[in-house]
């Protein structure tokens, strides 16, 4: 392709967005680590080449001209799950040579972020914070597949992701009440972030994150709410944040049982 005499190379980027298979999804590369607001104009670091909508499977493919960037999956009003078609509540991200897109690849993407660390170091400190397995590729392996052996590492990731986008939820309810105006997107950064920095240690989940128990849960939303200072400089009450870790640890624990049950 030409432009001003000069020959762009293009690539075509191909992967999957998964929390459960996201149907109808704008997907969108743009400048890294970090710009997930993705304007509607088509600037701030977009990618002008454009952008493209995952099928009913997940599937993307985006043609490129951009040498490097950040792989955004964006929520929208056609953006939902297959198996349930319930809507996507937040954005999701993962580096451009990721072949998927989903919750644990956005706090992968916040570790090579905070920790300064290359994608393999990343995806060892996803194994270790959430005792994905030794075989386990969060940037690259699909957790539908083969989930329902309960042996295999895809399973346990499957729970994981499921535990993970909870408290993206809640920690974007606890940023944004109904009538805020504004993205939610700081707080999934800093929320993804605080996952993966419970412990200010370079090797990155040294201890692995319990996501079924309240004080950790807490402890990561109060992190999230602190190093992102709320964005507008509001404290929700200890006791709201309190009420949000037990809700979450419920769901999880009931979301465990139903791995486990096969059901």
């Given amino acids: 392709e030409a432009a001003d005499g000069f020959y762009l190379l293009r690539r075509s980027l191909q992967g999957t967005a998964v929390d459960g298979y996201l149907r109808g999804c704008r997907v969108t590369l743009v400048a890294p680590p970090w710009a997930w607001d993705v304007p509607s104009d088509g600037g701030g670091g977009r990618d002008q080449s454009g952008d493209a909508f995952t099928d009913s499977h997940g599937r993307f493919r985006l043609a490129t001209s951009r040498g490097r960037g950040t792989l955004v999956v964006s929520p929208g009003a056609t953006c939902v799950d297959s198996a349930t078609d319930l809507a996507a509540r937040l954005p999701l991200a993962a580096p451009d040579w990721a072949a998927v897109v989903t919750p644990l690849t956005t706090v992968g993407l916040a570790a090579m972020a905070h920790f300064q660390m290359e994608g393999a170091a990343a995806n060892l400190c996803l194994q270790r914070t959430f005792l994905l397995g030794r075989g386990y590729n969060a940037f690259a392996d699909n957790p539908l597949r083969s989930s329902l052996d309960p042996g295999t590492p895809q399973r346990r990731a499957l729970a994981v992701i499921n535990c993970v986008q909870n408290v993206f939820a809640v920690a974007s309810a606890l940023w944004y009440d109904g009538r805020a105006q504004g993205s939610r997107v700081p707080s999934l ?69 139903i791995e486990r049950s096969g059901s």
């Fill in 189 to 257: 950064q800093w929320t993804a972030r605080a996952l993966v920095a419970h412990q200010e240690d370079a090797a990155c989940g040294a201890e692995a994150l319990q996501l079924s128990d309240r004080g950790a849960l807490q402890a990561v939303l109060l992190e999230a709410l602190a190093l992102g200072q709320l964005g507008a400089g509001r404290r929700p009450a200890a006791a709201l944040v309190r009420a949000a870790a037990e809700l979450l640890a419920s769901m999880n624990a009931l979301i465990e049982v």
